[in-house]
């Protein structure tokens, strides 16, 4: 398969609007069924040349507004089109394609990107997700080829195997792409809520400009303004907008904060080796396990009942992305420990020199023979494909580099228990890793 063709199954056909089209008409092309899976539709010039995108995310900030249609609807589409939209050529590889996009990308993500021939005529539109979905792809058969290298280098000589581990960390790290898994499946929950709740504003934003118009109208007779003023409030009912900003704004939240998470994962660990500080902050590391909580709810709430006991913490500098990142993955792992439903049990206490940290689960624990490998790169005991061995590895080089430790306790069939320490004040400062 060609970079050209694996671009190009990306591609989805969107018809392009021309210049000069009001913005009401693009609001309501955005809502029909064809294009509710876009977040923004194309324009383009007489020649076929894409002149910007139009984003569903500047239309709501209008349509939300009070008498936002009336108001501007009629204006013409160029006053919120973005005149620089991300373009890519069908010709660019890849590897190429993702790098120039995720270079320019902002968060929130509120477009999509266009996709044109190597006359720079418009050929449709593609989205993020997709793009990431491909290249996780492309990484996960590349990592097949190299775990089979792996395990044949094993079969020939067991010390050859851990130089190689240690030689191609730098190579291999590209696997944790599957860490992207989390925080894009709850970005990918979130956004679909947001449609639900979003609706139902739609119809009462409709049913107020209807209102409006009869409150306008000499004419609308006492029949007419009687059934306008019952749409509007059945529609003010069916939207609840006085219960609806409280879960909006949680929502947003948690998706901003998942697009940061991924952003930082793209960027931060692709160099497994080298591992990228955040600067340091002074950080209450509770919060950074309601947080990890929060986002790993979704693979814990069907598997476990959870139990805090959080002690009062001084705050500690800390890479607090980094911390979260080990919370999240001790987390999933334990979830993933739990056959039936269990239980559990986060507990954080200080001391005088150091924090602590202490997460311990119900699941069915580990043979000493498993106990001695968990934190060696590349070793999991998940099926082929689910799991690239890296997650305890890259959350044991984290907590060494914060000066601290991290240890483990496990007995088959009595559960497993993880121990962070941090110290207080840091021991040794974040450092790059050489």
Known sequence: MTSASALERLLRPVAPLLPGISIADVADRLLTPEHKAFLSLPIVDGSGRPVGLVSRSALQDIFMQRFGRDLRGRHPVEEVMNPAPLTVSLDTSLEEAAKQITAQLQYPITEDFILVDARG???????????????????????????????????????????????????????????????????????????????????????????????????????????????????????????????????????????????????????????????????????????????????????????????????????????????????????????????????????????????????????????ARIFDPFFTTKPVGQGTGLGLSISYKIIQDHGGQIRVASEPGRGTRFLIRLPRPQALPLQRSA
């Open 121 to 371: 005529h418009y050929r449709g539109l593609g989205t993020v997700l997709d793009l990431l979905k491909a290249m996780e792809a492309r990484i996960a058969q590349r990592n097949l080829v190299l775990r089979k290298a792996l395990v044949e280098l094993k079969e020939s000589q067991t010390q050859l195997v851990q130089s190689e581990k240690m030689a191609s960390l730098g190579q291999m790290v590209a696997g944790v792409a599957h860490e992207l898994n989390t925080p894009l499946g709850y970005v990918q929950n979130n956004l679909q809520l947001l449609r639900e709740l979003s609706a139902p504003l739609f119809d009462l934003a409709a049913a107020q400009a209807t209102l409006a118009d009869c409150l306008n109208d000499p004419q609308c007779d006492e029949a007419r303004l009687a059934q306008a003023l019952q749409t509007a409030e059945q529609a003010r009912q069916d939207a609840a907008p006085e219960l609806l900003a409280e879960d909006l704004a949680q929502l947003f939240d948690d998706t901003f904060y998942g697009l940061g998470q991924i952003a930082e994962l793209v960027v931060g660990l692709k160099d497994f080796a080298r591992l990228d500080r955040a600067i340091s902050e002074e950080v209450d590391l509770n919060e950074c396990i309601r947080s990890a909580l929060l986002i790993a709810r979704n693979n814990i709430k069907d598997k476990a009942e959870t139990l805090l006991q959080l002690g009062e913490l001084p705050r500690i500098p800390c890479a607090p992305s980094q911390i979260n990142q080990v919370l999240l993955n001790l987390l999933n792992n334990a979830a993933q420990a739990i056959e039936g439903f269990g239980r559990i049990h986060i507990k954080t206490w200080a001391e005088a020199e150091a924090v602590f940290i202490s997460l311990q689960d119900s699941g069915r624990g580990m043979p000493p023979a498993v106990l």
